[in-house]
């Protein structure tokens, strides 16, 4: 049946601005160019000037006039709240200073972003409100692209259709993903630790695309203590724990809609019954050990035994876990199954989370910048040291250094004047340089060397492929059989293979057909979105106190988005503005200018 109408408004309804030229001059100066209170105060005096012989005025009288006007949107308008946490266990004679903080942890309620999400009209052609199998029509092969062509989204969907009160409704698994950052060394080394979500039924190319899919909902406290009791156990401890419980205070408000349904109108008209239940989480190594309260160097994935990672071992589970902490000695749960007992993860508050299974691949830090830049690239400097001596190592690493350099122009490749050999290394130059290092390398290394990057190279480019077939899956097992048999030529210059990142690659299979590409659950999207959320709303801001500035750039942002949304699905932004003024002027462009 055909939905409900949309309730209407006027074609010419553009508030709370006047007309397209008031929206379009507050887009430009505060999105596009964030123009300084004293820059934009100086062009709104400038366009009066200009227009004070028609008996005219600007858009906007100065800067206070237009954020005002960006204030009064009530489009996107999501605002912050805050909870300050503070330790509560017992204090010791001598009291350190972290015990007696308090620290702020600011959000935005989750399940109103997740609304604005499932209602934006310019994703209603590219979300899935139900689980699917793709087959190849030819050989009736199953493939795997989108989050919602996973098994994990089936078995969630059976499990709630077996509740009579939840039976039929729309699952929405809400995606997670956080990272600490630094937007400034030079001045302090300014750390801030969002927390971003998305909806797991957008399809993955919407997601990568930046598109308002992925929204930032938090700022995480960061600790900070002296040097002395920074390395305290129960300092580490209360971090992790606080970590935990912020994001289980900031998620509560899902809690109720992941037992009854809530009705919701979606863009594409419909209302629909909506299931929330928390999706996977992405995260690179580090976090994945706070997110899982596991011992370094252990796999957060899988019990496989710390010194010999890639034997294997059965997937770890919230039960298997339970019963651990329940049976053995705190101690032995951290040396033996490199479980911290201490800590509760946030998933145990809510219904149908296993964070264990919940912990989503990372392309870029598992792969691009693990295994390959972080291991190979450098196992290759140290194998060459140990084979030739410093000196002559040092000439072959020039060597190949000029034939990175002198890679020729190609639609495609990046071309390093400089060499390999620079200090800040992105994903993006990790990901080009992966490109044109197999033959640069050549005649230097031994055979099995080039074979052993050949067959990491072929695993990471089949992960990355944006749908994967029964056939991908079988060509990733056996890159991987490869790389594991030619790795060993390191092995003079290596102590172990044992190692989490290279390790992770053992469960991308597996992960591939519960979760789908994994192309679409990467860090480098939240690695992104960091620009936008967090580096430039600190730039402009004037760097006093100036998280508070962030959180109303950000909330600024999402008004001016959701007004562009509205106004394009009216209709209201067709063609340019100049174009638009003339239509209802009856004039065309090439009348203007005649």
């Not at 702020?104 to 109103?112: C, G, H, I, K, L």
């Not at 409100?129 to 793709?134: I, Q, R």
């Not at 499990?159 to 009160?165: L, N, Q, R, Y």
């Not at 400097?381 to 350099?405: F, P, Q």
Request: proline residues 5%.
């Amino acid at each position: 049946a055909p939905p409900t109408p949309m309730p209407q408004k006027a074609r010419d309804d553009w508030s709370p601005y006047h007309n397209r030229i008031e929206f379009e001059a507050a887009e430009f100066a505060f999105k596009k160019c964030h123009m300084s209170a004293r820059n934009l105060d100086f062009l709104c005096d400038l366009m009066a000037a200009t227009l004070v012989k028609h008996r005219d005025v600007p858009p906007f009288a100065d800067h206070k006039d237009l954020h005002n006007v960006i204030d009064a949107t009530q489009l996107g308008d999501v605002p912050w709240e805050s909870f300050s946490v503070q330790y509560t266990g017992e204090h010791p004679e001598i009291v350190p200073p972290w015990m007696d903080d308090e620290f702020e942890v600011w959000y935005r309620d989750p399940p109103t972003m997740a609304h604005n999400i499932l209602a934006n009209p310019t994703f209603k052609d590219e979300i899935d409100f139900a689980p699917f199998c793709e087959y190849d029509a030819s050989d009736d092969t199953c493939h795997w692209k989108d989050f919602m062509s996973g098994d994990w989204a089936w078995q969630q969907a059976d499990t709630i259709s077996k509740d009579p009160e939840t039976h039929g409704s729309a699952l929405v698994p809400i995606i997670l993903g956080s990272d600490k950052t630094t937007v400034s060394v030079g001045t302090g080394n300014n750390e801030y630790y969002p927390l971003y979500a998305s909806i797991s039924n957008v399809r993955n190319n919407v997601r990568r695309a930046h598109r308002d899919a992925l929204v930032i909902i938090g700022f995480l406290a960061i600790p900070k203590t002296d040097r002395k009791h920074s390395k305290d156990d129960v300092f580490r401890i209360f971090c992790r724990q606080l970590f935990h419980s912020s994001l289980s205070a900031i998620l509560s408000s899902l809690k109720s809609a992941m037992t009854e349904y809530e009705v919701l109108r979606c863009g594409d008209g419909h209302f629909r019954c909506i299931i929330y239940s928390l999706g996977p989480y992405i995260a690179d190594y580090k976090e994945q050990l706070v997110l899982s309260c596991i011992v370094k160097h252990w796999c957060p994935k899988c019990i496989a035994i710390r010194m010999d990672l890639d034997s294997g071992g059965v997937y770890r589970c919230r039960e298997h876990t339970y019963f651990l902490i329940d049976e053995l000695h705190g101690d032995v749960l951290w040396d033996e199954f490199g479980i911290i007992g201490d800590l509760v993860p946030f998933t145990n508050d809510f219904p149908r989370a296993d964070i264990h299974e919940l912990l989503s691949f990372d392309l870029l830090h598992q792969l691009i910048k693990g295994a390959f830049k972080d291991h190979l690239v450098d196992w290759v400097a140290k194998y060459l040291k140990a084979v030739h001596g410093t000196r002559v190592a040092e000439e072959i690493m020039s060597d190949i250094d000029c034939r990175v350099t002198a890679v020729p122009s190609f639609a495609g490749l990046r071309r390093f004047p400089q060499g390999r050999d620079f200090k800040q290394w992105t994903g993006d130059d990790s990901k080009a340089l992966m490109k044109v290092f197999l033959p640069a390398i050549e005649g230097h290394v031994p055979g099995e060397m080039v074979r052993a990057f050949r067959a990491l190279l072929e695993f990471c480019y089949l992960a990355r492929r944006d749908v994967i077939t029964e056939d991908t899956l079988n060509q990733i097992q056996d890159a991987l059989h490869r790389f594991h048999r030619y790795r060993k030529i390191f092995d003079p210059v290596i102590p172990t293979f044992s190692l989490p990142r290279q390790h992770s690659m053992i469960h991308y299979v597996d992960m591939i057909r519960l979760f789908g590409a994994p192309n679409g659950l990467c860090s480098s999207i939240t690695e992104s979105k960091h620009i936008k959320a967090v580096k430039e709303p600190w730039h402009w801001s004037s760097r006093h106190n100036a998280l508070g500035q962030m959180l109303v750039t950000n909330q600024c942002l999402d008004k001016l988005a959701a007004s562009r949304v509205d106004f394009d699905a009216r209709g209201m932004l067709t063609g340019t503005i100049l174009s638009s003024a003339l239509a209802n002027l009856g004039k065309s462009v090439q009348d203007f200018f005649i």
